[in-house]
């Protein structure tokens, strides 16, 4: 069964600046997402050198970078290296071995590996997207799965070595793009959307999440929202036992549903933020929601920073200007639940093994339903069941002043 392609593109920077929707899954088909039925995630990494980093030096980088992923306990995600089946220099004369070939006649992904490879002088980069364009572009990643498959197959990255620059950098870089890898869209968080280029103007820079879509963050680390994130898409068995969910639906005045605004929720007592796009399950119903730790929360909607569009998208609205989450009723004036107490900022306690539904509108009142229907509280279902669909996710990180992190 033929496998098929979509391009998810995001811009990565030159001085250091990094943040999905909470960050939700990178792509929902059928209302749910994809993911590695298998979520310990072993990639073969060649042997040829990362531009100024020698082999020996690039891999044990790599591993750093996967770790901060599979050190989260309440995800089973797990990044393993594996040099033993590309034990040799992939490069420009035998990549299409290993990767799709440049035609995509065949995408290799049936072959049982995961190839991640080096890039040392641009070669491959320009044999796959054009004359030159290894001086502008850092890298590309996919993941593959069948037209009736509910899981990624395979995936594969090429790093450009000609624009490597610090191992501090490198790594963010790596993290960033293999959130990605196994399904992790942008997120805002509470960032002002109307912050400006050049971003990250924020004093502490790790206020920003690694899957935001500027790398602003500074130290390679999680914020609170990815690991929300990567527990939601990969739970660990005893999520229940950390996490609470507060879910419902983002409506205006006249309880139509406003999709693909960012609705976060900040605790009342340490400040950390998490976030997800309403409506991110592509149901048209306004729906949204958050995996939280116990704690005290105020929840917030705003509208997604119209600088994140397509290649640095934050949630599945944001393809083009002219897309919805660009588009009327947007954007919306920022908006606090007030619950029942109209001037009141509602303060909403989240614990553990249970549920909190809130609907709300755009004025920040309660809002009540007939028919709760599109209420989910499965843990399970939080990014919803599992399709029968494709998928085919591609990262290409271009170089533009600065790096912005490209999906």
């Not at 950098?169 to 050049?198: C, T």
Request: net charge negative.
């Amino acid at each position: 069964m033929r496998a098929h392609i979509n391009f998810f593109i995001l811009f990565s920077a030159l001085c250091f600046n990094d943040a999905s929707f909470a960050g939700g899954p990178t792509t929902i088909v059928g209302n749910t997402a994809v993911t590695y039925q298998n979520p310990a995630i072993t990639v073969h990494v060649e042997n040829g050198d990362l531009g100024i980093f020698p082999n020996a030096v690039a891999v044990p980088l790599m591993q750093e970078a996967f770790d901060i992923w599979s050190n989260v306990n309440t995800a089973t995600i797990s990044l393993n290296i594996d040099q033993t089946v590309l034990d040799f220099d992939v490069n420009q004369d035998n990549a299409e071995t290993y990767l799709p070939t440049v035609d995509e006649s065949n995408l290799n992904e049936a072959d049982g590996i995961n190839p991640i490879i080096f890039d040392d002088d641009g070669q491959i980069i320009d044999m796959y997207l054009g004359a030159g364009q290894s001086d502008l572009i850092i890298g590309f990643a996919q993941s593959i799965s069948t037209t009736t498959g509910s899981f990624f197959l395979e995936g594969f990255a090429v790093i450009n070595g000609k624009n490597t620059t610090s191992e501090n950098a490198l790594k963010l870089l790596l993290s960033h793009e293999i959130g990605h890898f196994f399904g992790l869209d942008h997120s805002q968080v509470d960032i002002d959307n109307k912050e400006p280029a050049p971003f990250c103007d924020n004093i502490n820079r790790e206020v920003y999440p690694l899957m935001y879509p500027i790398r602003c963050r500074l130290t390679v680390s999680l914020h609170s929202d990815d690991i929300s994130a990567v527990s939601a898409l990969y739970p660990a068995t005893d999520i229940n036992d950390n996490f609470g969910v507060l879910e419902g639906r983002f409506v205006d005045n006249n309880n139509i549903a406003i999709l693909g605004a960012n609705i976060w929720a900040e605790n009342t007592i340490t400040g950390e933020t998490f976030s997800i796009v309403s409506d991110y399950l592509l149901q048209s119903t306004g729906y949204y929601k958050l995996l939280l730790p116990a704690g005290d929360y105020i929840l917030h909607a705003n509208s997604i920073n119209t600088e994140f569009f397509d290649i640095s998208a934050v949630g599945p609205y944001a393809s083009t200007t002219s897309d919805i989450s660009f588009s009327d009723p947007h954007p919306i004036t920022a908006v606090t639940y007030q619950g029942i107490t109209e001037g009141s900022d509602e303060v909403i306690t989240i614990s553990t093994n249970k549920t909190n539904t809130i609907n709300f509108s755009i004025t920040g009142a309660t809002v009540i339903f007939n028919n709760a229907d599109d209420d989910d509280d499965s843990f399970a279902d939080l990014f919803g069941a599992l399709s029968q669909t494709t998928l085919l996710m591609m990262t290409v990180l271009l170089i533009f002043g600065r790096l912005r992190l490209q999906r």
